[in-house]
């Protein structure tokens, strides 16, 4: 039977390498290009920030959008993203015309009318996705991922002609994109739409529960992630909305870039190598000692890059820093947030020169130094949606040492010294406490010191097939699902083109009644 070709616009906030804060930038760029690479048409929907303006080339007027109550009028550009994938970009300099990050002024400070910013990326979304869109190409299915564009499904639902179906995708469910219930008129929110069943959170609206509540699907980037978002400890107030709708669940673990993250065609390493030809290793790891100020030694290097935030377990590395001076490893480490950490690591930087290196800020160049110079990685996290530098490192044959949670379970196999010709692939901490990352370091270190255990661990890692050919795959039987769609021929449609025909209505079946659970979030999260 012919496969089915559909149709899909994917809408995020932020695009690799065009502009990225974390992880979903890199799957904005990934799986649509996987995605059509699996022969389905794909439009990559994003503001047109003033920073994204300089990488762009040959961009043209695909449509002009007017005014929309509140949200300004808007210009819908097309180009061609850096992997080939057609990007749909938002210009409203109103909105999108300011410095910083897509979510920050350069204090980090939220931009004060984040509402309606990334009101109107989810209101164009909606459109586009419905029989008001002006653009002849139409999707079988709007895919929506984090709070930004979490009230795309939720116009879909709530009046547009012809909606498509739509699926909602947790990246990182503590970011919820809360704010006052007043702002909803604004936004041209219905007040039907203003209670428990709809977009109400304690009092509030929150973007990411009206994608939630309105979606026709739900994904999670990892299984894991996808059970934990249903309990008390990790579900951020939503649990109990979770798992009301966890028949429209599915976890699905992100893939990496394969060509992107490649340490045998990686242009960043002083010497390329592969599972076949391990050698390389050792010269990347003198070139990220010289870098980073590190003295020569045998001791071990164990690696770590990202956000300096509690989320990462980055206090449980400061805390346990000076007693891993103890064992014979050095530690490089690179990333900004929280100034305490940043000062902490400074001091720790100081009491210890020549074995540990802290570089605040983010280098590219320096993250693939660090993926392939490194003996083993650190990513102690105590949540961690899915994460991608656990599989960085598994290719790069840097073994990594990680909290059994989210995507972290479910892409690391726990290194057992009775097993070592086993398919260990890492070490998991037993505890997400600075006692269980001390022990998980001691283990690897005695692996460490055995030559062919440890190159067993390598070659286990660097062969485990990360990338996002089958986990598109997944996204695609989660979007015909989400339309009805079973068998039907949706054979694809060059640009211009007629409208999308007629498919099964997506149901309008509302979640199960809500009851309250858990506590009133303190903070606006968004």
Sequence with gaps: MKTPKLRILFATPECAPWIKTGGLGDVSAALPHALAELGHEVRVLMPFYSSVKPKVRGARLLAELPQDGAMPACSLLVAKMPNGVTAWLIDCPDLFERDGTPYQNPRYQDHSDNHLRFGLLSRVAAVLASGASPVKWRPHVLHCNDWPTGLGPAYLKLGLPDPAASVMTIHNIAFQGIYPMHLADALMLPPESRQMEGIEYWGQMSFLKAGLYYADAITAVSPTYAREVQ????????????????????????????????????????????????????????????????????????????????????????????????????????????????????????????????????????????????????????????????????????????????????????????????????????????????????????????????????????????????????????????????????????????????????????????????????????
């Excluded at 392939?372 to 990685?377: E, I, M, P, W």
């Excluded at 989400?482 to 449609?493: H, K, Y």
Aim: glycine share 10%; proline share 5%; charged share 20%.
């Design 231 to 526: 309990g008390e400890e990790l579900g951020f107030g939503m649990q109990g909305l979770m798992r009301a709708r966890a028949d429209r669940l599915t976890g699905i673990l992100n893939g990496i870039d394969t060509n992107e993250w490649d340490p045998a065609n990686d242009s960043y390493l002083t010497q390329r190598y592969s599972v076949n030809d391990l050698a390389g290793k050792a010269a990347n790891r003198k070139a990220l000692r010289l870098r980073m100020g590190l003295r020569e030694s045998n001791e071990m290097v164990l690696g770590m890059a990202c956000r300096l935030t509690a989320q990462k377990g980055v206090d449980l590395v400061i805390e346990t820093a000076d007693r891993l001076m103890s064992l014979p490893v050095q530690l490089a480490i690179l990333g900004s947030g929280d100034i305490g950490y940043e000062r902490e690591l400074q001091a720790l930087v100081a009491r210890h020169p020549g074995r540990i290196s802290a570089h605040l800020g983010f280098s590219e160049s320096l993250a693939h130094v660090i993926e392939s110079g490194s003996d083993a990685f650190l990513m102690p996290s105590r949540f961690e949606p899915c994460g991608l530098n656990q599989m960085y490192s598994q290719r790069y044959g840097t073994p990594p040492i990680v909290n059994a949670t989210g995507g972290l379970a479910d892409s690391v196999i726990d290194f057992d010294p009775a097993a070592s010709k086993g398919d260990a692939t890492g070490f998991r901490l037993a505890h997400a406490t600075a006692a269980g990352l001390y022990d998980a370091v001691v283990r690897a270190v005695d692996a460490f010191g055995q030559p062919a255990v440890w190159a067993q661990l390598q070659r286990n890692g660097m062969q485990v097939d990360f990338g996002w050919q089958r986990s598109a795959a997944s996204y695609v039987e989660v979007y015909r699902k989400a339309i009805g769609l079973e068998a039907a021929d949706t054979t694809a449609v060059a640009e211009p083109a007629v409208p999308a025909p007629a498919l099964p209505a997506p149901t309008t079946a509302k979640a199960p009644a809500l009851k309250r659970r858990g506590r009133s979030p303190d903070v606006n999260v968004a």
